[in-house]
């Protein structure tokens, strides 16, 4: 990478090309010019040689309908991955050569960063939660110190491959997207798996189960949407509650569904937060996303070498140092450390606290489809009083369980300080040895986060049980502790540290601890471009 700035002085092309969709753009102060050639299979879904072979052969075409005057640019852009490889690789040449020929700064942009700047752009948000739905990913992210960091993510498949998935197994056109919207709106409610687990989610079984769906085409895609959407804007409302932010900001190719958008404003105007959407041209894959990161990049220092601009198919978007952002603010929202009655808004609860007792109350969410959320409610509440009561029995410091009702719990008001305000090694070392004696147990958390534990007298204390279950599982733990993880990875720069401390705590107290950290590793290596 060159080091210094480039006083860029005229307008920067930018190259797409990570999957289906070739698209050029030219971006000064302003977008100039977008065109777009998407490649649309025969049959099934993206064939990665096919689409690659589409890109070469309308390169030309794609480049000459924005590029006028090649004489007036003042740099070149590409997505660098994450894609498809053939595809990444056919833009890079393209890219490359251009840059040569026309003695330009060249720079590779990360695909999602590039979603998420081409937004913040568009809306004018500053410092977002970020729902990324595209077809290959599905991620929650916000930024802090220079990194784009992802609270949650899928674990299996993005939401726009699994939404085209099901619509292939029913004869339905690609993209799938738009076809299940326009049935959805005929359709009514029927229950359908729904897999969240702490901040990450999970498509797979949701659409096996609706691909084996016996009811109305209709129907099922009315419920595969809601169930989908739901999960998606949890998981959201999750990295809100934790952070304190008060944006919200969509992007990516499924964002365009009026459903989504209109789940996650409902959400956002529950919690006081605003949500942000994009014009649709900048939503799913386009030239003027790279176009416009790549000057910012550029006119920051991020020209690179033809050498150095290698694609990477698995390019995470948490990998790229990020120094053309001022840094977001972090805002408590707890309130557990006011004195005297408080009243606190969680993910999915509002939490009263009075004296000696916590009242813990699930609100029933209004995006959600009623059944579904009467279901979760009931579901969670039950099996959260069920687990905490089992977890104390077996030696894990949990608050003691005073009263059930269908959808309260009133327990001890557990006194101390959240973990994620004092984020230090003795302190997750204590935590791994709580979640060593719970997984010991046979109990997986299910959100494992630094706001659902507190230390108190040098013991670390689980609450939020609400989405726990019995398991013994290995791919459970892992993800239990993949969960936590990913937020000491968001939170802070010490995490490398901080999660050798958890480690070592967890050891001591779980005698199958190596199996489970071994396979949080594959985890975290499925968090990729799919």
């Known amino acids: 990478m060159t080091k210094g700035k480039f006083p860029l002085v005229g307008p920067v092309l930018g190259i797409e090309g990570t999957a289906w969709n070739l ?35 309308e390169m030309k075409e794609v480049i000459g309908k924005v590029l006028k005057d090649p004489a007036n640019i003042s740099g070149v852009a590409f997505s660098m991955g994450p894609g498809l490889g053939p595809c990444l690789r056919t833009v890079a040449t393209a890219a490359r050569a251009l840059a040569l020929s026309l003695d330009v700064p060249l720079v590779g942009v990360n695909h999602c960063i ?9 809306t004018g948000c500053e410092d977002p939660i970020v729902l990324y739905a595209s077809g290959a990913n599905t991620q929650v992210i916000g930024y802090l110190n220079n990194r784009y960091r992802i609270f949650g993510e899928t674990l299996d498949i993005g939401l726009g491959n699994a939404l085209d998935k099901f619509a292939r197994g029913k004869g339905l056109p690609h993209p799938g997207g738009p076809a299940i919207e326009a049935l959805a709106s005929k359709g009514s409610y029927l229950s359908l798996p729904y897999t969240v687990k702490g901040m990450d989610l999970a498509f797979s079984g949701l659409v096996s189960a609706a691909k084996e769906e016996s009811a109305t085409i209709e129907d099922v895609c009315f419920s595969l949407q809601e169930t989908a959407f739901a999960m998606c804007v949890e998981v959201t409302e999750r990295a809100l509650a934790h952070t304190g932010k008060d944006e919200v900001l969509l992007v990516g190719g499924v964002g365009v569904n009026r459903r989504l958008q209109e789940m996650l404003s409902v959400m956002c105007g529950e919690r006081n937060a605003t949500l942000h959407v994009p014009d649709r041209k900048y939503m799913g894959d386009n030239g003027a996303m790279i176009a416009y990161t790549g000057k910012v990049m550029l006119e920051h220092g991020y020209a690179m070498e033809p050498e150095d601009t290698q694609v990477n198919p698995n390019f995470r978007s948490d990998q790229v140092v990020v120094t053309w952002r001022k840094e977001g603010k972090e805002r408590s929202c707890t309130g557990r450390n006011l004195p005297g009655p408080a009243t606190a808004r969680g993910a999915e609860a509002v939490v009263t606290m009075h004296g000696d007792h916590v009242k813990k109350r699930r609100v029933r969410k209004v995006y959600r489809q009623p059944t579904l959320d009467a279901r979760l409610i009931a ?53 791994g040895k709580t979640v060593g004696r719970l997984h010991a147990a046979g109990i997986v958390h299910g959100d494992l986060t630094t706001s659902n534990m507190i230390m108190r007298d040098s013991r670390c204390v689980l609450i939020d049980f609400g989405l726990s279950m019995v398991s013994r599982e290995l791919e459970a733990r892992g993800v239990d502790v993949h969960v936590l993880f990913q937020t000491l990875e968001s939170t802070t720069d010490e995490y490398p540290e901080l999660i050798q401390a958890f480690c070592r705590g967890y050891r001591s107290a779980f005698d199958g601890a190596d199996e489970v950290i071994l396979r949080e590793n594959e985890i975290e290596r499925r968090g990729r471009y799919l």
């Open 379 to 431: 579901e969670r509440t039950r099996a959260e009083a069920r687990l905490i009561s089992m977890a104390r029995r077996s030696g894990v410091p949990t608050p003691v369980i005073k009263d059930v009702t269908s959808d309260t719990l009133t327990m001890e008001q557990v006194k101390g300080t959240l973990l994620k305000e004092i984020l230090t090694g003795p302190e997750i070392e204590e935590a």
């Open 23 to 57: 698209s050029a753009a030219l971006f000064d102060s302003d977008l100039i010019t977008l065109h777009s050639k998407p490649y649309q299979p025969l049959f099934g879904g993206i064939h990665p040689r096919e689409a690659a072979q589409h890109h070469a052969s």
């Open 114 to 122: 590039a979603h998420v700047e081409i937004g913040r752009f568009a």
